[in-house]
């Protein structure tokens, strides 16, 4: 480990003598890119994150948001004041593990989730709901199925292991990821203002104690890690620094995380995650204007002969860094204990410098705010990528159809999300493979955040609680073909997928991932998804809340492309919600409806990337926030029988993905470009009362797509061209990643 001269003189300077072993390698984990943001904080200004809503925003480990009442749910955030929002809070909040995850697939992803699940637990909340974003290299290679085997099932291993279901996400290929995936997981956490603790130190005099796994030697240098691009012989040099999970001890963890809080014995606390020991208590006690003296030889180890590099830096899972009062040390030992955790004093908050000791020397002396926030940021070069021209395919319909609906983009996610436990918790009420999944909190169980509350409260949806509506995900077709209107697009899909259960935007997360930022063309695409996912937000009124960044994802292959992922979270009153399937029962008194305004390009779009061709991104909605609030009324409507909303592979696909068995459609476009252009902010609607859609729509354009049938098949004309396919045979199309995989 060694740091870059600037910095070390940069440190030099401050200390006024050269640092120890153990100093440069914090510095250098510390001041890394992907600790400190040195490339990409300059630009997270753009974001707003303030609201009603917002306890706690971005800075630690998670953001807080009060959750409205269940009056007060159905109506977007500006239309609520403070008044609306009651005591009860979820959590919020998204990190990535991208490099982990080519390297071990498995460990490196079940060791994301484990990270996000603890910063979730040291806000004081209990974990509820998961959520992973997966971005692939082209399906067709084998090592993109072998890395995508690997990670759901490191995925599904830890979530269904600690009990935590996985409700929804997105899975995305793209040639761009080829060697270098990316794996983003979300957590929400459910507590109240009572248990709520924070990552920032209290007082001078309370103890630090270290609760959960033996320190080893996994992970080690793993923050450093994350800041660099993969060399070529990454699978096998780098392995050292990924760090290897215990889901079991996890669960412990999470148990013994409740009874501390329900004792009141926490003062504040911190997951550790990226630096490891180092890390988790420089930054608790620099957040609070405090410093720490620690003793390195006090932590409990799970190898012999550690040295204090290794025993501040290892990435060992499963650990929790507690500040408590020195009355009640001796309590946490015992719980500890009860829970089969180890437990060490490690030192305690102080009002000087945080200094650790081993082996009877001290051996890192330095300002706890000047190691933690001190590293100096980057002033880097960005140039803006250039708008494609037009140049359309033209192949037939059926031809379009088929390669845009077996995409694997656009195709089923079934073999991904059926591996994952959704349902446990007893808390989901819309489940994966919808536009959103939503996740119930009712009233009667508010005060049961870890799921103890009796049969009654939580066997059933039919309570007047508050449905907490979930999406998460990007599009790196859009975002390559322009990143800021790309990213815009995103957050506009994102809400829309809210909107199609009938829910209105509460706040977001967002996961920030970009390649190598010291060329030009990718910091300038980088640049992009920042700003137009910034302005799209605010355009939305939905808070910025908290995120991760991420970058160096290059490889031998090159960068991967601006990938914004975008988290967000929606409230409405009640679990109940149109299913995007149609009703074939409801056959001969509904009628099928398109809401909001189609595109005039396909650029970014399936149909190009299956079919060839280039366009430039089409033009989003003027109003996004409006158009958000009133499909979420369209949706919400008593006449309303299904609703899908209109993203990738546009409106055909919608389409596809609504047949069943015994409900279909029988549908008239224009042109290729109706049927496949992906401008979001649309919606799919059955209704049994179109005229009464039309009028909630106001000024949004409604067009009538055509009828349902009740025989399963979709019969679709396109500029006078025409095909016809049933619900078996879109099955089969779609069922792409199953029929390769399994």
Avoid at 150 to 165: A, D, R, T
Avoid at 640 to 660: C, I, K, N, Q, R
């Amino acid at each position: 480990m060694s740091l870059p001269e600037t910095d070390h003189e940069l440190v030099v300077a401050e200390l006024d003598r050269e640092p120890t072993p153990a100093e440069v390698a914090l510095f250098e984990n510390l001041w890394s890119e992907h600790c400190a943001y040195r490339s990409s904080r300059p630009l997270l200004s753009a974001f707003e994150s303030e609201g009603d809503a917002v306890v706690i925003g971005p800075g630690d480990d998670a953001a807080v948001l009060a959750l409205p009442t269940p009056e007060a749910a159905d109506r977007p955030a500006a239309d609520r004041d403070a008044d609306d929002y009651g005591d009860v809070y979820v959590t919020f909040g998204i990190e990535s593990h991208n490099h982990p995850s080519y390297v071990d697939p498995f460990d490196g992803a079940a060791t994301g989730v484990g990270g996000i699940v603890r910063d979730t637990m040291s806000m004081g909340a209990y974990p509820i709901a998961l959520l992973d974003s997966l971005y692939f290299g082209s399906f067709e290679r084998e090592h993109s199925q072998y890395l995508l085997e690997g990670v759901v099932e490191g995925i599904s291993h830890y979530g269904n292991c600690i009990g935590v279901p996985t409700v929804g996400g997105s899975v995305s290929f793209h040639p761009g990821y080829e060697g270098n995936p990316l794996v983003n997981v979300a957590c929400v956490g459910l507590t109240d203002a009572e248990r709520l603790v924070t990552a920032e130190a209290q007082a001078a005099g309370n103890a630090l104690v270290l609760v959960g796994n033996a320190t080893g030697r996994d992970g080690l240098g793993g923050a450093s890690f994350a800041s660099e691009d993969l060399a070529e012989d990454a699978e096998t040099e780098d392995r050292p620094a990924v760090q290897v999970g215990d889901p079991y001890a996890e669960k412990r963890l999470i148990e013994c995380n409740e009874a501390l809080l329900d004792e009141d014995l926490v003062r504040s606390a911190r997951d550790l995650g990226a630096a490891g020991l180092g890390g988790a208590s420089s930054e608790l006690v620099a957040k609070g204007g405090f410093g720490a003296a620690i003793d390195l030889d006090a932590v409990h180890q799970r190898e012999p002969n550690m040295n204090a590099l290794e025993i501040l830096l290892a990435e060992s899972q499963e650990r929790m860094c507690y500040e408590v009062a020195p009355d009640d040390v001796d309590r946490v030992r015992e719980l500890a204990e009860r829970f089969d955790l180890g437990c060490s004093v490690i030192g305690e908050v102080t009002t000087g410098n945080y200094v650790c000791t081993f082996d009877g020397e001290i051996v890192v002396d330095v300002d706890a705010d000047f190691l933690a926030e001190g590293a100096p940021m980057n002033d880097l070069d960005a140039t803006e990528p250039s708008t494609p021209e037009r140049d359309l395919p033209e192949p037939s319909l059926a031809d379009a159809f088929e390669a845009v609906v077996s995409s694997p983009s656009t195709a089923s996610k079934r073999w991904v999300y059926r591996q994952y436990d959704h349902e446990v918790g007893t808390r989901t009420a819309m489940k994966p493979g919808d536009d959103a999944a939503i996740v119930a909190i009712r009233e009667a169980a508010m005060t049961a955040m870890n799921g103890e509350a009796g049969a009654d409260e939580l066997d059933a949806f039919d309570g007047d609680g508050v449905g907490l509506a979930l999406s998460a995900g990007a599009n790196p077709h859009w975002t390559s073909v322009d990143p800021y209107e790309g990213a815009r697009a995103v957050a506009i899909e994102n809400a829309t997928n809210l909107a199609a259960k009938g829910a209105v935007p509460l706040a977001a997360v967002d996961c920030l991932n970009g390649g190598n930022p010291e060329k030009p063309d990718v910091y300038g695409g980088f640049s992009g998804i920042v700003d137009g996912l910034a302005d799209a937000c605010s355009a939305l009124s939905v808070p910025v809340v908290g995120g991760n960044v991420s970058l160096y994802n290059d490889s031998v292959a090159g960068p991967i492309p601006p990938t914004p992922t975008l988290a967000l979270i929606g409230t409405k009153r009640g679990y109940d919600a149109p299913p995007a399937a149609l009703d074939g029962d409801r056959a001969d008194d509904s009628t099928l409806l398109l809401v909001g305004g189609s595109g005039d390009a396909l650029g970014g779009s399936t149909y190009l990337a299956e079919c060839g061709g280039s366009d430039a991104f089409p033009a989003l909605p003027a109003d996004p926030a409006a158009t958000v609030a009133t499909l979420a009324r369209i949706a919400r409507h008593e006449a309303t029988l299904a609703t899908h909303d209109v993203s990738d592979g546009g409106v055909a696909v919608a389409l596809a993905e609504l047949l069943t068995p015994t409900a279909g459609a029988t549908v008239s476009l224009p042109d290729h470009l109706a049927a496949f252009e992906e401008t979001p902010g649309r919606l799919v609607v059955q209704t049994t009362d179109p005229e009464a859609v039309a009028d909630l729509a106001g000024d949004l354009p409604t067009f009538e797509l055509g009828s349902v049938t009740d025989d399963g098949t979709l019969r679709l004309d396109v500029g006078g061209a025409s095909l016809s396919t049933t619900a078996d045979e879109v099955r089969t199309l779609r069922d792409v990643l199953a029929r390769e995989l399994e």
